[in-house]
């Protein structure tokens, strides 16, 4: 890593166009600025050559409130449940929660939450390393979601929702402007419940968002949030395995074999401020002030197997994990935008320094629970046989950050871009007895030529790193992870035909490997490398958009710790295996066209066969699954009808540990109605 670290600073300090094909505000548009992952665009018509992606969500309709549900379609991710109770997914072969980052309008997330849409406009995605905007966490992607701004013009829109499994959603969506082109509420809020497909595994949410608006003068606005979710499900560790035949028991795909007492309990408090004021046509300075909170409880089983039990009947061995988390963040972020026209050239920088706090507080424990028959759900026996793992950890991360991002352009024939962001991070833990104090600086560059005839060559670098983990009882180095990608693009206007195709090189090094009590103790590295391509075009009238993802992910060096008893340690080598969750090929297309008052939407995904586990032991088959929806529009009326896996198709997701997997839902059919006024 260190020399691919000195061949990037010497020999690649030049490439990769950032590009961004994101927010279209200028420096001198500070009233409509939106808090996108990049704020310096150096035209409209610019993409970033770092896989970027934005999805705006009027375009995909409400059918679905999820976050996983916007990232299933995009290249190069990988979407799974988690136990159910967070958004998931794998990026260029790395799971979210140990390489990714969520952020709401550009401001860190845990990444342990389900993240409901009802207040949200559009999803960005970016694949590759982000630390060099966001510092710790975004080693393979960050995902940013971009929160509904206040306007000024009075709207309502109402929303209701309904159908399979007993599923139900309610939400508003009310602007007021309070004082003409001065002062704008926004506030949206949503409820809803579902008692799931699976025995007994149910969720209900809340959530509550009012955003202030107030236009100070002419050069100067200021923006206040804040916003409250409550989550609660019933975690799901799915079914589990006939270990020693490698295959799923012939039991119903809905059967659960949790306990009675499983829940899980998040509440979600989001706070922010910001100012933004415009010096000049080509300055913009901005402030935000942020606090984000996470109370999190649950207690989940895990099913880790079938085995012959004492008479001979097949029992189902589980284990049960109890965990109560507090997470709170809170920090300051202040960041200058200067852009320049100058005849053919056209230059954009954009720095700042950040200074943050997040503490993250941990109560885990692991017990052997009794087995189960496997016909027999029915029992209410909870008690555990003895405590397998326990854990007691307060972590303290102080980081004080700054960061810049140039940009030039050149008679749109040559865009370059620099990047850096250098972090001074702060670890404790008292009651782990851990002081680490590190600086990583996390450079980008990048460079596209642009020949003409719609054109684009592109090709560039990054690198990221991630901090010390609560899972962790000892000092480490930070996990880092080296990229870099190049690629062709062709665009052309008139048709609306946008094809993108890039090649892709990951390496991941000092990775944390949890073993089966959760607790982190050896390390690893991994290696994942593919292809990436995105088509879009109008056919006949026809919006049709299509992705095809191409990814070998090694694990180079991995050793994982088991307790196969619960009390004897072993150490297993899994270096050479592939990657769990990292398929070879996944594809999906989507064909969407109005008639007059009506719209069509189909859409198709496709995955190989994946393993659930580094021992690549087994592996769930490859799927393909469709989904359709029809919408009717109008005057103040908008209907949706929605069918998921059209064709009633039997396919598996993420497993846990590697005694079960997850059944996805059979088919199913949802309603939206939606009333919308505005004056």
Known sequence: MQKNTRCFIAALWGLIAAGGAVAQQTASDSTHWRNSLWQVPLSSGDTAALAFEQVELTERGVAHTELSEQLRPLAGLNVQPNFGVVDFFFSRGVDSRTGGLITVDGLPEANSAVFRLYNIESVEVLRGPASFLLGDKPMTGVVNLLQKQPFWQRAIRLRGSGGSFGSTEAAIDLNLPLITRTLALRLNAVSGKTSGY????????????????????????????????????????????????????????SRSWQTPSDFSEQEIVRSQAEIVHRFSPTLILRNRLWARTLDWTMRGTLATGIAPGTFGQLEVTRLQQVFDNRQRGFGNTLEAVWQRTHGENRSHLRAGVEARTLSDELQSSAFFLLPLPLADTTSTDTSPLFQLSSQDSKGI?????????????????????????????????SRLAIDNKIGRFSPMAGVALIPGAGFELFAGAGQGFATQSTRSRRDEVPEQSFSYEAGLRYFAAESGLLADIRWFTLERSNALIPDSTGVIAPIGEQRSRGVETTLQARLAGWHLRATWTWMRSDLVLWHERVLPDGITIVLLNYSGRRAPFTPENTAALSLSRAFGRFALYLAGWYQDRQY?????????????????RLSVELPRWRLHFVATNVGDREYAMRGFQYGSVTPAPPRAVYFTLEFLLEK
Do not use: M
């Open 612 to 628: 659930i586990y580094p021992d690549n032991y087994h592996a769930i088959a490859a799927s393909l699954v469709f989904d359709a």
């Open 198 to 253: 699976r025995d007994g595994i149910g969720a209900d949410w809340r959530a509550f968002n009012p955003v202030l608006l107030w236009q100070a003068s002419e050069k100067t606005r200021v923006k206040v949030s804040w916003e409250f979710a409550g989550n609660r499900y019933t975690p799901d560790s799915g079914i589990p395995l006939l270990l020693a035949e490698n295959r799923l028991p012939d039991v119903p795909r």
């Open 397 to 429: 991360t102080r980081t004080l950050a700054g960061f810049a991002v140039y940009q030039f352009a050149r008679a749109d024939r040559l865009r370059l871009s620099l990047g850096g962001r250098y972090d001074r991070i702060v670890y404790e833990d």
